[in-house]
């Protein structure tokens, strides 16, 4: 290999990180391969991996940056337009004599704030921005089954819709680099801890969660709306709405169409309980979270608890993140966290930020990436390994920190 041969990168995974990510090798003039198991997110018939449909995010600041130094001059606006600022939370309760309560918390005294995104659409936009560009290429329905990080060479099973019943074909290519970034359960990750002397940890909470949603107001839909609900939305639009519960939490975040992408989190045991006795979940939600099961649609609510699977929340710490100059794992692939502090997609966007950073300053050679991807590991372990913890640290923040004071007293009240 010499200085002048281009940089054949091999991208798994075309989530946001994945496609973010080919965008900045592709903007360097590398040889860019993206590998989904998946098909294109923007054919109607694809849901992302684990969800029923796609789910909003919260982007910040953090994000939004990642894009920023993208290469690209309308990706930032293309998708910026499709967001609704959060300006704080909503916090929902009920007051000693019943009546619904609602407190906005300002995230920031300046009016900072946090954007909601369809995680799908903010996908879409990646993919239709990579296709612009002559030196990428995306391969949709190929499955990393196999890689050899010194042989240079990871083996993909492939399986078109077109291809019916028959066996899937396997494909070998050659690379110079491979970027995984096919999430908390990386295939990547896994083949390259036979070379890098990885250390591994991964913790699954317990607590699951489910999707919901709440119905845009339409002259056809009976909902009774709260004080803040304005243009169509069933509550206020510009807030990320929380519900806090004891040991549960109920969220909300607002979508372009003026529905909202709810999330409930409960423990294993909750949820087990409302599995086996669906009659229970309105009341579950009544006593728990006054007023989203009006939102939500009585009618509705245990419908979507039923259908909606009931997922589990892994946290994942790795070091190192790479393997010499051919191979590293970005977002979820190297440090999957639970998502109380609605910061796991923006913290992989940041870094395939830094990642960039990095390699701008040395040579584009075996040696340079391979120093690159040391200063990498260097600076980001640690960075991801905090983020980790403070996503963690944030579940009680939401669920009982917001309401602190009360919260507090009755918990105390309780000990005596
Ligand atoms: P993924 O999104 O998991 O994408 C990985 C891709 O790799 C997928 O397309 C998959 O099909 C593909 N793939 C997997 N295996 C293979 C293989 N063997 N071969 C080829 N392709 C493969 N983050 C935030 O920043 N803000 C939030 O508000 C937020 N809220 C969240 C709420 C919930 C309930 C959850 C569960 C997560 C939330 N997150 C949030 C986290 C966020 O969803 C993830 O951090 C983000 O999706 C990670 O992106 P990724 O590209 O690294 O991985």
Same mark, same amino acid.
């Given at each position: 290999m010499t200085d002048e041969k281009r940089v054949k990168c091999l991208i798994v995974g075309a989530g946001p990180v994945g496609a973010l990510a080919a965008l900045y090798a592709a903007k360097r003039g590398w040889d860019v391969e993206v590998y989904e %198991?998946? +098909? #294109? %997110?923007?054919?109607?018939s694809t849901t992302p991996l684990n969800f029923t449909r796609s789910i909003n995010l919260a982007l910040s600041e953090r994000g939004i940056n990642a894009l920023r130094y993208s +290469? *690209? #001059? *309308?990706l930032l606006d293309a998708v910026v337009a499709d967001t609704i600022p959060m300006y704080g939370r909503m916090i929902h309760s009920q007051d000693s004599r019943g009546a619904l309560t609602e407190t906005a918390q300002p995230y920031d005294v300046h009016g900072q704030f946090q954007r909601a995104i369809d995680r799908a659409n903010l996908n879409k936009t990646f993919l239709s921005e990579l296709e612009k560009l002559p030196n990428v290429k995306v391969l949709f329905h190929h499955k990393l089954t196999g890689a050899d990080f010194r042989l240079h060479k990871a083996w993909f099973e492939r399986r078109l819709? *077109? #291809? +019916?019943?028959?066996r899937p074909g396997e494909i070998e290519v050659d690379f110079d680099v491979i970027f995984g970034c096919d999430g908390a359960h990386s295939s990547v990750r896994y083949h390259m801890m036979k070379y890098a002397r990885m250390n591994y940890e991964q913790t699954y909470i317990d607590t699951l969660w489910c999707e919901f949603n709440i119905p845009a107001v339409s002259s056809t839909h009976t909902i009774s709306t709260t004080p803040s609900a304005r243009d169509g939305f069933a =509550? *206020?639009?510009?807030h990320l709405h929380i519900w806090p519960g004891r040991d549960s939490m109920f969220i909300a975040i607002p979508s372009t169409d003026s529905s909202f992408t709810c999330t409930l989190f409960a423990p294993a045991a909750t949820f087990a309980k409302l599995e086996q006795r669906p009659h229970d979940i309105e009341p579950f939600f009544q006593a728990h979270f006054p007023g989203a099961a009006d939102l939500i649609g009585p009618g509705s609510i245990t419908e979507q608890f039923t259908k909606a699977p009931h997922l589990p929340l892994i946290s994942i710490k790795c070091s190192p $993140? $790479?393997? =010499?100059s051919t191979g590293i794992i970005l977002g979820d692939a190297a440090h999957a966290m639970v998502?109380?502090? +609605?910061?796991g997609m923006n913290a992989g966007l940041e870094d395939v930020r830094v990642l960039f950073q990095h390699l701008d300053r040395h040579a584009s050679t075996p040696s340079g990436r391979a120093a690159a991807l040391d200063a990498y590991n260097a600076e980001r372990v640690a960075d991801a390994h905090a983020i980790n913890d403070l996503a963690y640290g944030n579940y009680w923040e939401m669920h009982a920190g917001v309401q602190s004071t009360p919260y507090l007293v009755r918990k105390k009240l309780e000990e005596f």
């Open positions: %198991l998946r +098909g #294109d %997110l923007r054919n109607a +290469g *690209s #001059d *309308s819709p *077109s #291809d +019916g019943d028959k =509550t *206020s639009p510009n $993140h $790479h393997y =010499t998502p109380f502090y +609605g910061q």
